[in-house]
């Protein structure tokens, strides 16, 4: 039988796609045009798992327990409070007769998934091991990718780990790739997060030597990192949550200008209006934080009289793991800051 | 005293700008930098007054003391639950020492604000009258207009709650005047409410013989109303809620081609999608319903696999007002369409 290719089949009771939907079918009998997984890790959404542990006050079993809660009330890890879900790694184990041959996937291929574990129909047999500093959950279970999922074959020259950690984010680098002009000067906001450095390492290749790229940081310690390592031109130690503090600071890193484009890659909530006020008219403030709330930056622009341009971040955008992939192979940087940190 | 030029010093107990304030100090003695409005009737915005309604079941003494309550819990009009807030109308009662001469308010001036009432502090003597048909709440109060708050003096050729009905949504035709090319094809989901209309007529204007402006409605009535008043090309009848019905919809009406822009102007939620679906590859969205939520757009153009623009609708940009009210006084159409349904 062959499902909807967007997978509405399988949403339960209502009439919407399966993001929004409160409930998937987690059934593993897979129709002719889904595609079955082997997961062997899931990498939460930074948002959600933030969420989660502190629901859970950083108890590794509490949190297995909430994560487990989750995917038996929903069938797909979504945070019921922020939304959001992450990506999986895991090995094709069957591929609808439809799909078969027509795609460029075989029965034992490891991929990524690239689309959100908020609308993946998934089931959690057991969970082996939870990486609280890397996100990351270790388990053993299934899970169904529809027709028009998107998805990564795990390159085959890198360590998988590696490869993973970096395609969770693979939407902010390639639109950052996009957005960013030569000249530029650009705020990256959590500039030290990993789709933060990315973002930052991109920036850097556009702006050209007459651009500027800022990154705002919580800690000195991490400024100094992203300096040691010329992610950025200039660090600034700031509250992300202190719209004043950042305006300020910002200003006065920048010859007291406003700059030309911001990039959101904050994981906390609150921040929207750090991200405006520093923007000059006509400028773009693009939202790659899962933690943005609409309305707070739609009436916040409005509230402020900032003629600017707001953008969600899609994480889709045409060849965004090779972008990401591609930053990781031509830089030793960030590659080996990667398998230090995220690995 | 001379306040933050925005707001932020009536914030109470947190470091946030008023809009994201759970409470703001509404007390009308005012700052050297602020301006004092003698407020004769709030305009609710939608999603708000809808969420209100519904919570109240329609009864209109609940409403009123629901709005008492709100704001006497956080000093402005702002919807706890969708966050958003609306615009007031009122008379200049006192400018403060710093703006007064250096502005081009008078005390007398009649003017509508052009911030939102999210982050207007705001008392309520009395509520005086409601007009739920066109969420207007008519009182007796005073606010408080920040120094980077925008406004607009009512014009005098114009009757005040015809300008004002359209004012509050001035937003939208704006944008949609930037946004719109010429022979794009268009689709305005929520066509028959009052941004939609607006957004319909401006994007007609710009696309030209050979684009074409769409418009979705929810009814027969509504679809018919628009072909009338000539403000699209063509009306579909059909649920925005449901995506996979729009995505039918539109590709039937539109030759089973996707289209350039999609403008949302809906005011219920979990119309992402439908706004997504029918979009082809780097077309744009425009999200200006208030009832949008920030993952389920980010989340679902990626679950789709969609590389196209998602723009957060901003209440502000250069001209707003005026291109509003230019449209109101150069469409005999609209003019009589707004008096009859909206003064």
């Known amino acids: 039988m062959k499902g909807c290719k967007y997978g509405t089949h399988r949403v339960i009771n209502e009439s919407v796609l ?26 939460i959404d ?43 790694i895991g090995t094709i184990e069957e591929i609808g007769c439809d799909l078969k041959g027509k795609i ?13 574990l908020s609308l993946t129909p998934l089931q959690i047999e057991e969970i082996i091991d939870i ?23 795990l390159p085959k020259d890198m360590e998988e780990n590696l490869a993973l950690a970096a395609l969770d984010v693979a939407g902010a680098p390639a639109q950052t790739q996009k957005l ?12 030290a997060g990993k789709s933060g450095m990315l973002c930052c390492y991109e920036a850097k290749k556009k702006v050209g030597k007459k651009g500027r790229v ?14 040691e390592n010329r992610l950025v031109d200039t660090a600034i130690v700031g509250n992300a949550q202190n719209p004043n503090e950042v305006l300020q600071k910002v ?24 991200s405006i006020l520093p923007v000059k008219d006509n400028g773009v403030v693009y939202f790659f934080s899962m933690a943005t709330a609409f ?32 930053a990781l192979k031509e830089s030793e940087t960030l590659r080996t800051i990667f398998k230090n940190l995220y690995v």
Chains 1, 2 share one sequence.
Do not use: W
């Open 104 to 116: 460029d996937l075989e029965v034992g291929d490891k991929i990524a998934t690239l689309v959100s």
């Open 251 to 274: 200003l006065k890193a920048n010859n007291n200008q406003e700059i030309d484009l911001c990039i959101n890659c904050v994981n906390v909530c609150n921040t929207e209006m750090s």
């Open 46 to 88: 930074s948002a959600s798992f933030t969420q989660i542990e502190e629901e859970c006050s950083h108890d590794i079993e509490k949190i297995k327990d909430r994560i487990i809660e989750i995917v038996r009330e929903k069938g797909k890890m979504q945070n019921p409070v922020t939304g959001s879900g992450g990506m999986l």
């Open 180 to 191: 960013v002009k030569e000249n530029d000067t650009v705020l990256v906001l959590g500039a």
């Open 131 to 153: 990486k609280p500093d890397i996100d990351r959950v270790e388990i053993k279970g299934k899970a169904i990718l529809f027709e028009s999922g998107i998805y990564a074959k």
């Open 214 to 227: 800022m990154g705002l940081v919580i800690s000195d310690k991490q400024a100094q990192f992203l300096i």
């Open 18 to 43: 399966p993001q929004p939907a409160l409930k998937v079918d987690n059934n593993m009998d897979i129709y002719d045009n889904e595609i079955l997984i082997n997961v062997s890790a899931l990498n």
């Open 295 to 326: 309305t707070k930056a739609a009436l916040g622009a409005e509230g402020v009289g900032k003629d600017i341009n707001m953008i969600i971040g899609n994480g889709y955008t045409k060849g965004h793991s090779d972008v990401t992939i591609n």
